[in-house]
């Protein structure tokens, strides 16, 4: 018996599995009181299909070339290798949902995991209608304290949606999207004790087209871990291509960016008080580590109120993220900086016609510590401008910028090049050209090269080479990637084996030729075949000393401007994130009354994301005028600073 039921067991187990991995087939001809399962048996609706809660494994194929009118709402989660499929069957043409003059998303999945939804089709070509929000595939996640994981959006075509720029629902704005993958948070609910905002990993968006379609392309917006967005064409988008916001070494890569940016700042634009107008091609924001390569963006437009219309963006709260191999033409931009983001690299692009703001800067150049290096920036018409925006003529200029190594600045005379530095609104932006920092010779540029005009004087760079580069043709990048041969080096270019070496530069250049003959050349593109043989030796230690500069300067940047007084007894520092365990230190409180300082050392935390100073035996007043001193350590680099105390501020209802 026992036997008997051992079988029956594993047969009752092999029958569910097979039971959960069922291929339903929709067609324009089916009849929905059918059970799906075969082309001869196919439903009809889309209803039909909404109504169906999908089982892991299982496929919902739609007849290649039909359409349905209508939206997809589906439900089901599947498992670990064993995702839930929307598709085409019986030919190569992709089947098309027409969501008409509805508002939302043409698919949606909401609070699932573990799907793929790849070769559809998603239209409306309705007019824009004021209040109306339209998305093209949509997935979100809303339920508190979960993780939703496995999501794939591949070989979609979504065009011809009219959503609107701006407003205050969920279908409108920045989430008026081609693609959209979000974490809702409840904004409400994060002000309250125990709750924990829903996660999102493992986003894999590839091979998609999007054309015509207001506000945006793709937007990654909450998902964390493997996300990758790759391969997508798109053209003619009212807003921002790509948005990625809050990935830990995230991947963007191989896009083809078109004609973006070109509705979002018209005067007159319609859509609630929330309209923002400031769009950019390929951008992304609180972001960890995170690489756009290989991506390519022409012909950005850029409206009376859009301050922006770069190509590319490190927005706030990107930490040691990199832009490289990309290419950027025609846009009102190549590059914008904003503030409280730290050790980013532009390096290995080309930019050719890039006009306007070049390069915008907002943040602090000796805190921030992000860098430009090999990058090339072509221009034959215009004034391209190197833009350190201040936000207010008071403000000083004497800490805004990047760091500019290894580059090549080539003007035409038809073309030119400016510093200046910015403040006010994108209509009434006063544009100073005069005023320079009060800062040492080569804080910002250092070993460049300079070819043709500045409208106000070149950049002070002590180790400028002022030159020809001699390229083999610049200014002759057409539409890809391939057709850029243009920018190599003449063999008797004085900018071969003339660069400066740059620690953990990449090993390669644009053109993918490795970068380890001892003396890197400037620009883009590596000349090999020189002789010249690299001290491997010097240049690991150099790649060291970077790694350990950083990992301190870092740690710095994780410690609180100000420790606000909560209990005068205990103070308790939380960091942004935990401490590496290379880095040694101390932190000591010292009592204005000079009372015996109360010292922790870093090698004793159990949590090195949160120092415990217990036992102050101060009060609240005595607080106000004491410090606390901070001294850490990595290899031969250290940093010692002072943190001062303050009340916390009132909340404002």
């Not at 967005?229 to 053209?235: I, L």
């Not at 008071?394 to 073309?415: K, R």
Request: aromatic letters at 12%.
């Amino acid at each position: 018996m026992k036997r008997l039921l051992s079988i029956l067991a594993v047969l009752l187990a092999v029958t569910t599995v097979t039971a959960q991995q069922k291929t339903y087939f929709v067609s324009p001809d089916g009849n929905d009181a059918a059970d799906g399962l075969s082309v001869a048996t196919a439903w009809k609706s889309l209803d039909k299909v909404n109504s169906v809660e999908f089982q892991p494994g299982d496929k919902i194929l739609f007849e290649s070339g039909k359409t349905w009118y209508g939206q997809l709402y589906m439900k089901g989660s599947g498992s670990e290798g064993q995702p839930i499929t929307i598709s085409s069957y019986g030919g190569k043409c992709r089947p098309v949902i027409n969501i008409g003059r509805a508002e939302g998303a043409g698919i949606r999945i909401h609070n699932q995991s573990w799907w793929t939804v790849e070769n559809m089709e998603v239209t409306s070509g309705a007019a824009p209608e004021l209040g109306i929000g339209r998305q093209g595939i949509v997935i979100t996640a809303s339920e508190a304290g979960k993780d939703f994981s496995h999501f794939i959006v591949r070989n979609c075509y979504i065009h011809d949606i009219w959503g609107q720029m701006g407003g205050n629902t969920e279908y409108v704005g920045y989430y008026s999207c081609g693609i959209l993958v979000r974490v809702m948070r409840d904004r409400e609910r994060q002000r309250q004790p125990g709750y924990t905002p829903p996660t999102m990993n493992d986003v894999l968006i590839e091979g998609n087209r999007i054309e015509r379609f207001d506000k945006c392309g793709i937007i990654s917006w909450g998902p964390r871990n493997n996300v990758v967005v790759r391969k997508n064409y798109m053209d003619n988008l009212g807003g921002d291509g790509i948005f990625v916001n809050g990935p830990y070494r995230g991947l963007i890569e191989f896009n083809e960016i078109r004609r973006s940016c070109m509705r979002s700042g018209y005067l007159d634009l319609p859509g609630g008080e929330n309209w923002w107008p400031h769009t950019a091609a390929c951008w992304i924001q609180n972001t960890e580590e995170t690489i756009m390569q290989f991506n390519e963006v022409y012909d950005t437009g850029r409206e009376p109120k859009n301050g922006d219309g770069f190509a590319y963006d490190f927005d706030f709260n990107c930490k040691r993220c990199i832009a490289q191999y990309n290419y950027s033409k025609n846009n009102n931009g190549f590059m914008l900086l904003m503030y409280n983001i730290f050790e980013n690299v532009s390096r290995y692009n080309i930019s050719e016609n890039d006009r306007t703001h070049l390069i915008q800067m907002q943040g602090s150049l000796t805190k921030d510590k992000n860098v430009f290096y090999n990058n090339v920036f072509y221009v034959d018409y215009g004034t391209s401008d190197l833009d350190y925006f201040r936000g207010s003529p008071e403000n000083s200029i004497d800490d805004i910028g990047a760091l500019f190594y290894n580059n090549i600045f080539y003007a035409t005379g038809q073309g030119r090049f400016r510093t200046v530095y910015t403040d006010g609104d994108p209509m009434v932006r006063n544009f100073d050209e005069v005023s320079k920092p009060n800062i040492p010779a080569g804080s910002i540029f250092l070993h460049n090269c300079f070819f043709g005009p500045w409208k106000n004087g070149l950049p002070d760079d002590p180790e400028a080479l002022v030159a020809d580069p001699k390229f083999v043709a610049p200014g002759t990048g057409g539409s890809g990637l391939n057709t850029l041969e243009g920018y190599h080096l003449r063999a008797d270019s004085p900018c071969i084996n003339t660069g400066m070496y740059v620690p953990l530069n990449g090993g390669r250049d644009f053109f993918g030729n490795p970068v380890n003959d001892g003396h890197p050349d400037f620009g883009a593109f590596e000349y090999l075949g020189s002789g010249v043989f690299a001290d491997e030796a010097a240049e690991a230690q150099k790649d060291k000393d970077a790694t350990d500069a950083s990992t301190v300067a870092w740690t710095r940047w994780m410690f609180p401007a100000e420790i606000y007084v909560d209990s005068p007894e205990d103070v308790k520092i939380a960091l942004r994130e935990a401490i590496d365990s290379q880095v040694t230190g101390t932190v000591t409180y010292t009592n204005h009354k000079n009372s015996k300082p109360v010292t922790v050392s870093l090698d004793k935390l159990k949590d090195r994301s949160l120092i415990a100073l217990d036992k102050l035996n101060a009060d609240k007043e005595t607080l106000l005028k004491s410090k606390i001193s901070v001294k850490i350590q990595r290899g031969r680099f250290t940093e010692e600073w002072e943190i001062p105390f303050a009340e916390r501020p009132v909340r404002r209802r």
